[in-house]
């Protein structure tokens, strides 16, 4: 057990360029989670995927922002268009479903900035 | 809508002072309330999670409790390594994860 990694663990970007964030879950692990945490604030989530399969997307989630995890296993991240609001640490996060304490194994996140 | 509660956003501790830390929440079907620790620059890690009203949970320091409408983790006899910003997270029936903002947490030796 490797933990969740995410790559890269910084992102420098101007405006209007496009980004894009990986993750590995843990291994086992059918769910993967994608959140965003601003300073000072909780984390607030932007989506998830049990398998290949995209559950849920924030309602509040711009069209800019799109995520996949094509074979189950791996997942990325992506904005288009970036905005200087979209400078915030992407936090990911796995879980085995279902588990009696259903935690979520969190990577150390990638942290953006918008110039 | 789902919400998380906690406070105090910030709490401050002499080493070996005990205190606790509260989370109300507001949500419809719980299925978990869960408990994270967050260092600077990291990750959130988990700590506890509780099903229902009257359940407890310890490890080391720490033990988490649950009622109907709010959890509370208490911290005693602090050290200053339990310093980090304590997170507290609800699962609903929709399969994600709610957080609070958290508190931060400062432990002065």
């Known amino acids: 057990d490797t933990g969740v990694s995410q790559d890269p663990r910084h992102k420098i970007t101007k405006r209007g360029q496009n980004v894009t964030f990986r993750c590995d879950p843990i291994s086992e692990h059918n769910r993967l989670y994608w959140y965003r945490q601003t300073l000072g604030q909780g984390p607030e989530f932007l989506t998830y995927f049990q398998n290949e399969a995209q559950l849920e997307k924030s309602r509040l989630l711009s069209d800019r922002f799109s995520a996949e995890r094509p074979k189950g296993s791996f997942s990325t991240l992506e904005i288009q268009r970036t905005e200087q609001g979209d400078s915030a640490m992407y936090l990911c996060a796995s879980s085995l479903v279902p588990t009696p304490d259903e935690k979520l194994f969190f990577g150390s996140g990638t942290q953006l900035s918008v110039l | 809508e789902d919400q998380v509660t906690q406070s105090p956003e910030a709490l401050r501790l002499q080493e070996g002072e005990s205190s606790s830390l509260n989370c109300s929440y507001t949500?419809?079907?719980?299925?978990?309330l869960f408990w994270y620790r967050q260092d600077p620059g990291k990750g959130p890690e988990f700590l506890f999670t509780l099903y229902s009203a009257g359940e407890e949970k310890e490890k080391e320091r720490l033990k988490a409790t649950l009622t109907k409408k709010e959890s509370f983790l208490h911290i005693t006899a602090p050290k200053p390594e339990d310093s980090a910003t304590y997170l507290c997270?609800?699962?609903?029936?929709?399969?994600?994860?709610?957080f609070g903002d958290g508190t931060t947490l400062t432990v002065k030796p």
């Open positions: 949500v419809s079907g719980l299925r978990g």
């Open positions: 997270a609800v699962n609903t029936n929709a399969g994600k994860s709610t």
